[in-house]
């Protein structure tokens, strides 16, 4: 009978910590000093928040669902901007770790541990405020928002596939 406790394949487990996390890092980093990966418009700290704020903000709303919502988005606001921020210091980790001659893949691992955490965390989150904002709204407001949602998608889709094309 084998008594040795299962492990996870640790070199494996890190080398797809670090391809999952360089691929969030040069997402991360396009912007203007990166002007080729975003674009024009392209926010280097994607922010869902953010961007669910801009989207509400088109729509018309009362006084007191303004309020509301502006309060919604201030009580979430410091936890947004940590998780964003420890977001920021564990690409600059990563970055620092694949740059040393030899990878050191437990570290890795705990960047990439790390990082789903942060990813849990940023979900819950932003899927709590969406929630409670979506809450303020009545049906024909958040059907105005699931519309905003699908045109930016679209946008979003056929820059891509222009990118495509162009790559192709």
Known sequence: MNTKPKTRPRPVLAIAAAAALLAGSSLALAGPEHPGHGGKGYKADFDPARQLSQSVKRLDLSDDQREAIQALFEANREDLLANREAGRELREELEALMRE???????????????????EERILLGGTLASEVLAELDADQRDELAALRDERQERRRARFSGRKDREG
């Open 101 to 119: 001659d030899t990878l050191d893949t437990d570290a890795l691992a705990d960047l990439a541990e790390r990082e789903g955490e942060l990813a």
